[in-house]
Antibody, heavy 121, light 108 residues
Framework: QVQLVESGGGVVQPGKSVRLSCAAS????????MHWVRQAPGKGLEWVAV????????YYADSVKGRLTISRDNSKNTLYLQMNSLRAEDTAVYYC??????????????WGQGTLVTVSS | SYELTQPPSVSVSPGQTARITCSGD??????AYWYQQKPGQAPVLVIY???ERPSGIPERFSGSSSGTTVTLTISGVQAEDEADYYC???????????FGGGTKLTVL
């Protein structure tokens, strides 16, 4: 079955960096676009970024442009999120999710369980 | 970017019908999707392309669209349906995804 497992979260100091990983299994990873979505404590879902199946295109929410970078390694079936210059407002559970690949617009048909990033001194 | 607006909360008694709305200017042109999220869990897709139901989602979940508003309907609500529900859409250029603010469904 499809499985997405995030890792790399923890407590990080403001201004520092961290890289999140998402290990995929149970499907042909290289055939699907992938997303990162975050959820601050007690808040709603916020889309962060998407990367196409071959990595050729990447798009970001305005709130993270220039600080967060999405990437993937199809040989390792792994999605990444490099997070730089972290701020308190980046504190959230970060979910990786698979894009359905269906025409008509992005939607996320499978989600990981998330990894918590806490930005605090 | 554009916004999707949901009511913060909806309450229904077991067995009744719950309707959760989502409004946005782009919805006449873009599909809407719905996710269910229970406390401490990841979101789960319950409706795609306005009114399609993924396999494994109970038939009591349905979606509809009218103009700038889409609606998630849960017929015969059960206690297990108590959760947060989020609508989602995407821009036509394929460059962004937007979520509504979420609606907390309470089963009285």
């Amino acid at each position: 079955q499809v499985q997405l497992v995030e890792s790399g979260g923890g407590v990080v100091q403001p201004g520092k960096s961290v890289r999140l990983s998402c290990a995929a299994s149970g499907f042909t990873f290289s055939s699907y676009g992938m997303h990162w979505v975050r959820q601050a404590p007690g808040k709603g879902l916020e889309w962060v970024a998407v990367i196409w199946s071959d990595g050729s295109n990447k798009y970001y929410a305005d709130s993270v442009k220039g600080r967060l970078t999405i990437s993937r390694d199809n040989s390792k079936n792994t999605l990444y999120l490099q997070m730089n210059s972290l701020r308190a407002e980046d504190t959230a559970v970060y979910y990786c999710a698979r894009d359905s690949g269906a025409p008509g617009g992005y939607y996320l048909d499978c989600w990981g369980q998330g990894t918590l990033v806490t930005v605090s001194s | 970017s554009y916004e999707l607006t949901q009511p913060p909360s909806v309450s229904v008694s077991p067995g009744q019908t719950a309707r959760i709305t989502c409004s946005g200017d782009a919805l006449p042109k873009q599909y809407a999707y719905w996710y269910q999220q229970k406390p401490g869990q990841a979101p789960v897709l319950v409706i795609y392309k306005d009114n399609e139901r993924p396999s494994g989602i109970p038939e009591r979940f349905s979606g509809s669209s009218s103009g700038t508003t889409v609606t998630l309907t849960i017929s015969g609500v059960q206690a297990e349906d108590e959760a947060d529900y989020y609508c989602q859409s995407a821009d036509s250029r394929g460059t962004s995804v937007v979520f509504g603010g979420g609606t907390k469904l309470t089963v009285l």
